[in-house]
């Protein structure tokens, strides 16, 4: 796109990829715990590693087909790629759409209950109307708002992890060279790389700032190293308070409570009630720009209301995972199922078809 600046080329797709990921598993701790210190503080590390290079090498690939296609929605993209089949990456999209929401849901009401004492309802129902006055707006607001917040977030969680090891430098120095034998590291990685990566198309509205091969694979290869660096700085923080943290619902909050800041505290729970906030605006305004596709085929312009009538809907529908099951439940049961559904219909076919239409075929819009 011509006019497009090195920053949106470059760093806005994985500002926007973070942003997306980020949501409430993440940026609470619980999927760190979850998935990557349950396996230990070197098998954990070796995990994040794992899962980061997939992210990475997945999402170069699929910002250049995306390019090439010129398709900057999960549906067309998925036609171009793998045809027909294409609604079985809806099916799962739609999945972890509902899934998605209602974890941050669920960390939300948490949240607002530790910070304020608010009964759990009111901070879903604060989600939900943020999220739905966010989903009524277009592109151009929605890059300067997760360009913004995703600063912002790094900051905070940089913020976390020198205060960890300022004060707990000793505790975590002592235990993050253990290695379980019985670690499943490898899993880890794969796993949580393929649920995370495969809500990728979520973010295509912002490629549409590519316009080289060069650009698209840069991008990719950096946004795969921005989705994990937050990760990173939770996953040593948390050692301090390791293995104790491996049962807590916000993880990082038990984290908190040790250091003893309450400025700090207040801080990152601002911040994560934002990030929450991100990830539900990112996965529906994805499947927003799925049905706004469908209009400009036929030359006509999708009704903004028509756009938050679609956000209503799906987050009415998430509210009552988020009240009767849990966060921990959600992350442990529903994520790890739905990882195989992506690296099946998405994952594979970008590492192969992928490879050989950017390497051995020429498309007409190169």
């Known amino acids: 796109m011509s006019g497009s600046t090195t920053f949106q080329k470059y ?32 098998g954990g590390l070796i995990g994040m590693l794992v899962s980061s290079l997939i992210m990475s090498v ?40 509902v899934l998605i929401v209602s974890v941050m849901g669920s960390a939300a009401g948490e ?20 999220v739905g006055g966010m989903a009524f707006f277009g592109n151009d607001l929605i890059e300067k708002v997760f360009s913004v917040w995703s ?36 899993m880890s990685g794969i796993t949580y790389a393929g649920y995370n990566v495969g809500l990728a198309p979520c973010g295509f509205f912002v490629l549409r700032h590519l316009s080289t091969q060069k650009e698209a694979i840069s991008s990719g290869l ?15 923080g948390m050692l301090a308070v390791y293995p104790e943290v491996l049962t807590e619902s916000i993880p990082v909050d038990l984290l908190l409570v040790e250091i003893g800041s309450p400025w700090l505290r207040v801080l990152f729970q601002v911040v994560l009630f934002g990030t929450l906030i991100e990830t539900g605006v990112g996965v529906i305004h994805g499947f927003n720009e799925r049905v706004a596709g469908v209009y400009r085929e036929k030359g006509k312009e999708m009704p903004p209301g028509l756009r938050i009538g679609i956000a209503a809907v799906l987050l009415l529908m998430a509210i009552f995972l ?7 439940d959600l992350i442990s049961k529903g994520y790890g199922t739905l990882t195989w559904g992506y690296w099946a219909v998405y994952l594979i076919p970008v590492l192969i078809i992928g490879v050989w239409r950017i390497w051995f075929k020429k498309d007409s819009t190169d």
């Open 58 to 97: 997945v999402l170069a690939l699929t910002f250049e087909l995306a390019r090439r296609f010129q398709t900057f929605d999960y549906r067309t993209f998925m036609q171009r790629l793998i045809g027909k089949g294409w609604y079985l990456f809806e099916v799962i999209y739609l999945i972890m759409l």
């Open 151 to 186: 600063f912002a977030l790094y900051f905070t969680f940089f913020a976390v992890i020198v205060v960890a090891l300022v004060m707990f430098g000793d505790r975590i120095g002592a235990i993050i060279t253990d290695f379980d034998s019985d670690s499943k590291w490898l």
């Open 322 to 328: 988020a009240d009767a099951i849990g966060i921990v």
């Open 111 to 130: 949240l607002l209950e530790r910070m304020l004492g608010w009964p759990q309802m009111v901070g879903i129902v604060v989600l939900i109307a943020a």
């Open 222 to 236: 950096i946004a795969g190293a921005l989705g994990m660096i937050p990760a990173f700085f939770v996953f040593v």
């Open 11 to 42: 760093v806005l797709p994985g500002l926007v990829f973070q942003s997306i990921i980020i949501g409430g598993g993440y940026g609470t701790g619980r999927e760190m715990a979850e998935f990557f210190l349950s396996q230990g503080p070197v």
